[in-house]
């Protein structure tokens, strides 16, 4: 008798125990080292004992099944077999972000000027020390352009201030509003208007950075800034479905024992967890256009510069660096030391930006308490 997992649930094995990833219902199950034992044998198409509890209860669970021959099952997969075959496509880039001003005359403390300490500073305002002349606004508008002849997915529109350019973010809006379909602008809490929200009404969803919670929340997705001593780390990574704390570092040489790190686990659907097996979960289809230029993995990874656009188109980047944009696209979680034999790795989320800056190596991971090796 042989035991098969169904097509779509993956089986990962770690340095001691495994789990199993129902991509339809999107469930984890994770497996004892004996169990993790005999579903590696049986996913090798090993004969079984079919009184063995463990499958019993997959089958009852509908993760599996019993056969009486070694059967040929392949793993559900989405998109074309043939994407990965060079056909001169454009390249998967989804997720663009342009920064189109450096500006702002608030210094909040968690701010990238001050140095990389949250974990999601991409999707907050920031102002940075770079240097180097803002981009023009033609060149942004062309840039635009140069985003939807690259297919690009979603486009993200940040700086420092934009209020204090808002006559130029106006006019950026606009124009992008006639090339794209998604468009988040990030904005600071105490910049909002009734202006501003009519301004942007139909043509963006507002990202809105805030410190606190205690006003009615303004905009699509409330970007939550939390010190490491506040209470509200125990709460998990989201308060409701537009809610996203932004988790902050305050001092890298002593991590608070209620960061809520073992939470970073997210749920197991197939698009999130099959991209995960190929590319990073958040620098992947990613690349950010800085205010002066300068093109980087992620808004707040600034040491490394895939090129600058001032003065050359954007393809450019992708058609003589390609090898270096893959460098970051695809650096999936397998080639991190701490999560390569993590059975959870396909299924977790990542902050480069904040990992290099608390480990001082790109590859390098702090902030996960799970050890592999232990199982726990």
């Known amino acids: 008798m042989y035991f098969r997992l169904n097509p779509e649930c993956y089986f990962i094995q770690g340095a001691k125990r495994g789990a199993i990833f129902d991509l339809i219902e999107g469930e984890a199950y994770t497996l004892s080292s004996y169990e993790t034992d005999l ?31 070694a059967p040929f099952l392949p793993k559900l997969r989405v998109g074309s077999p043939y994407k990965d075959v060079p056909l001169n496509n454009p390249p998967e880039f989804y997720r663009a972000f342009i920064e189109i001003n450096n500006s702002c005359n608030r210094d909040c403390w968690f701010c990238g000027y001050f140095g990389t300490k949250r974990s999601s500073g991409c999707i907050g305002c920031n102002k940075w020390k770079d240097g180097g002349e803002l981009l023009p606004l033609e060149r942004w508008m062309t840039l635009i352009d140069e985003l939807r002849d690259l297919e690009c997915r979603d486009l993200f529109i940040t700086g420092g201030d934009l209020t204090l350019v808002w006559d130029k973010t106006l006019r950026l809006l606009d124009y992008a509003d006639t090339k794209f379909k998604n468009i988040y602008l990030i904005m600071h809490k105490q910049s909002m208007s009734k202006r501003i929200l009519k301004d942007v009404s139909s043509k963006a969803k507002l990202i809105i950075q805030t410190e606190n919670l205690d006003d009615p929340p303004i905009g699509d997705i409330i970007l939550w800034t939390v010190g490491s001593k506040g209470p509200e780390r125990k709460s998990g990574s989201t308060l409701n479905e537009n809610v996203v704390i932004d988790f902050t570092i305050e001092d890298a040489s002593h991590l608070a024992k209620d960061l809520p ?52 188109f954007l393809y450019t980047i ?59």
């Open 318 to 376: 992708f058609e003589e660096g390609m090898d270096e944009v893959n460098k970051y696209w695809n650096l999936t979680l397998d080639k991190l030391e701490k999560c390569t034999d993590c059975e959870f790795r396909y299924a977790c989320n990542d902050c480069r930006a904040l990992e290099e800056n608390l480990t001082g190596r790109l590859d390098g991971k702090k902030l996960c308490r799970y050890d592999p090796k232990e199982g726990k």
């Open 261 to 312: 790190i073992m939470s970073k686990i997210i749920d197991a659907h197939m698009y999130p967890f099959l991209n995960n097996m190929k590319y990073h979960p958040c620098l992947g289809h990613t690349l950010t256009i800085c205010y002066n230029g300068n093109v980087t993995p992620c808004p707040m990874i600034r040491n490394h510069i895939l090129g600058n656009v001032r003065d050359t």
């Open 39 to 69: 579903i590696a044998l049986c996913e090798k198409n090993n004969p079984v004992d079919n009184d063995e509890k463990i499958f019993r209860e997959l089958k009852r669970c509908r993760l599996g099944n019993f056969y009486s021959k």
